[in-house]
């Protein structure tokens, strides 16, 4: 709803009342990820902890907000990729 106050879209009151349930408190990557390998202990493979990279990365990216959000020659410098840039480099 912010990014379209911001960006002058008129969302009918329909649509209005849908989105207001939405908007919670933000939780972390870390939280979620941890919730999905909880659920999934079924016995089989281990589902490997991302990076705190890969999870800051992940945030920069997924922005609704365009003016924000990492641009992929921004993401390419992400420290996430510090490793592949040395190797290839």
């Not at 992940?58 to 510090?82: C, G, I, N, S």
Request: glycine content about 6%; hydrophobic content about 35%.
């Amino acid at each position: 709803v912010r990014y379209c106050d911001k960006c002058k879209v008129v969302l009918t009151q329909e649509l209005q009342a849908a989105t207001i349930d939405v908007y919670g408190e933000r939780q972390s990557w870390k939280s979620l990820f941890s919730s999905m390998r909880s659920s999934s202990s079924g016995g089989g493979a281990a589902i490997p902890t991302p990076s705190q990279e890969a999870f800051d990365l992940l945030d920069r990216l997924l922005v609704y907000d365009h003016d924000q959000r990492l641009t992929a020659k921004e993401a390419m410098m992400h420290p996430f990729f510090d490793q592949v840039r040395d190797e290839v480099g």
